[in-house]
């Protein structure tokens, strides 16, 4: 089968598109043929050149050249303790290696694709959708409160946009000049430029500010949030943020968040991005019923992976960047 390989680290370009073995699942794994998949901040971060990526992902070379996260697809096989899916079932989930025409995956990982949803909307939920919902959760929001969204454009902003008006928030969103109307035509009531304005300098405050950023100091951020306000820390900019600068953002969050956090009663919420059956769930059927609309900016074909990295890189994507499988298969 064909899939996206990198045996090296790099840019985008140590991206290749070859001729792999095709994967067999194990008792408990699922087959599935890949119809699309998505790319986040992470594909680029574990191909990247840095000293953190190779203690995690191998020190000489990467250990494993698989690459992607999100899927969407249909069952192609089982394996023999698998109970909730059979050939042909169509569904979303995460998986390894999901950039390529056939990945294997835990049944836990994955959920029924709902019909109406599209290979290509299913896709774009996985890794970015969880994010925004478990990062609002950390919110704590309560229906009319001030919600900022710092960096709302992105895969996991535009669906944290969308999350936190239909929890009834007053959503104002952080975004550059070319994204107003987007962000407007998903539900933001209000709108800041960051290129003309900066959010931690004026006087309006929020109880929850969402950051997808983390640009500002913590001084800055504590300025604009009411007294009992909440910070969540989701990211650091997205694949753009190039690596120094990445794991400074990184550190911060790590070790002041937690400090401030126990001497004021302004809190700054860390969290880890959790697989969850019911989080898929709850967002394939926010979809199905019209609640949430994944935002696509550009659909790439499989083989085009390293051309839509490179884009996903610029750090300016508008909502996802999908890959989709079939026109390859069809070949
Ligand atoms: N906590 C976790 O477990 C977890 C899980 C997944 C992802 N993440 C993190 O979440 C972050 C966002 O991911 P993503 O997939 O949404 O990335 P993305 O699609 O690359 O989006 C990045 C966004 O940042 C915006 N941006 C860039 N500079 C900005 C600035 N100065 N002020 C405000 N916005 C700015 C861009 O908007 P414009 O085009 O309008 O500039 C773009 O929409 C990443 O850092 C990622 O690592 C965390």
Redesign the pocket.
Known sequence: MKAIVFCEYGSADVLKFEDVEKPVPNDNQVLIKVRAASL???DA?VIRDSWLGRLIFGLRKPRDTRLGQDIAGQVEAVGKNVTQFKPGDEVFGISRGALAEYACTFERALVSKPPNVSFEQAASLP??GL?ALQ?LREGKIQPGQKVLI??A?????TFAVQIAKSLGAEVTA???TR?VDLVRSIGADHVIE?TKEDFTKSDQRYDVIFD??C?HSFAERRRVLYPKGICVL????????KGSEAIGRIAGNLFTARALSSFTDQKFAQ???KSSKQDLIMLGDLVKTGKLRPVIERTYKLSDAPEALRY?NE????GKVIITVEQDNKR
């Open positions: 986040n901040a992470f971060y890794l970015a994010t990062g710092n960096g454009t992105g895969g996991v902003g952080v975004c550059s994204n960051y997808n950023v640009n989701a990211g650091m900019g997205g694949a753009g943020v969290y880890r991005t996903l750090g300016h994507a508008r």
